[in-house]
């Protein structure tokens, strides 16, 4: 009875961990967008001038990346956990979505340590000339999110996509 007991408890908390994995992950992925489309209108309104923009864009995109870092990772954490304590696994969906996030999520990091922060610098103070080092850190910047954010999406599919592995199938009397 005990072991029935203890199988139970691992498979809530396995159904909870991959919703709450479900939830996040389609979070960032809505925020992100979110994100771009304020983004890209903000940075071609005319009211704007290089000084404001180069503001907007230090004071968000710090913000973009610590909201992508802590929802990717927690949704990448909870499938993780959910797939080690799963209690009958049927886990290769899962196992594929965070292997994908895992690489969405360590795109996202080099991004900003490597792209980012010094793309950050060449507009600190706001208002600077455009370099041709900013277009090519921008290009670099602009591929690497649309490249983690369609790793994140095709991670969101199978993770979203995984049939629940505590469901119980229609027997064959009941077909």
Not at 163 to 171: A, E
């Amino acid at each position: 009875m005990e072991s029935f007991v203890n199988t139970f408890h691992r498979l809530r908390l396995c159904r909870f961990l991959i919703v709450a994995a479900r939830v996040l992950l389609s979070g960032w992925i809505g925020g992100a967008v979110l994100f771009v489309i304020t983004s890209v209108a903000e940075q071609s309104h005319p009211g704007f001038d290089s000084f404001i923009r180069d503001q907007l864009a230090t004071i968000r995109f710090p913000l973009y990346y610590q909201f992508c870092w802590f929802t990717l990772g927690t949704s990448l954490f909870c499938t993780v956990t959910g797939l080690l304590i799963q209690p009958h696994p049927r886990t290769s969906r899962l196992r594929i979505s965070a292997i994908l996030s895992c690489i969405s999520l360590l795109i996202a990091i080099i991004d900003y340590q490597w792209i980012y922060r010094p793309l950050q610098a060449l507009i600190s103070p706001p208002g600077q000339t455009r370099t041709p080092a900013f277009t090519t850190l921008h290009e670099q910047s602009k591929l690497a999110n649309e490249t983690h954010l369609a790793i994140a999406l095709v991670s969101a599919i199978f993770l979203c996509s995984t049939p629940d592995s505590t469901s119980k199938q229609p027997s064959a009397e009941n077909r």
